[in-house]
């Protein structure tokens, strides 16, 4: 059974730091694009940042640009989320996601899921 499971979450001031890491079986390393989405309360879930199976391609929302980076380490299929200068309307479940589509930026189109961990920054 496949699995992506995300770790790393917490509580944070605005402007702080978090890592957020997330572990996948080797298949799904090797194979699929991946990518980091988030919800908040009463909000759907949307689309943060994605990177190619290759690791060469990566996309990121608007809103997250210059301050979040997503990275991949194939020697520990291992995908990571730098999230910096972090503000309270970031606070949400981050979840990890893989699928075929290099770049897609629906849920719709990954077709793994980790659980979520809570990100949550204070004013």
């Known amino acids: 059974q496949e699995q992506l499971v995300e770790s790393g979450g917490g509580l944070v001031q605005a402007g702080g730091s978090l890592r957020l890491s997330c572990a996948a079986s080797r298949r799904i390393f090797s194979d699929y694009a991946m990518g980091w989405f988030r919800q908040a309360p009463g909000k759907e879930r949307e689309f943060v940042t994605g990177?190619?199976?290759?690791?060469?391609?990566?996309y990121y929302a608007d809103s997250v640009k210059g301050r979040f980076t997503i990275s991949r380490d194939r020697a520990k299929n291992m995908l990571y989320l730098q999230m910096n200068s972090l503000k309270p309307e970031d606070t949400a479940v981050f979840y990890c996601?893989?699928?075929?589509?290099?770049?897609?930026?629906?849920?719709?189109?990954?077709?793994?899921w980790g659980q979520g961990t809570q990100v949550s920054v204070s004013s």
């Open positions: 996601a893989a699928g075929h589509t290099n770049g897609a930026r629906m849920p719709s189109n990954y077709d793994y």
């Open positions: 990177i190619s199976s290759t690791g060469l391609s990566k």
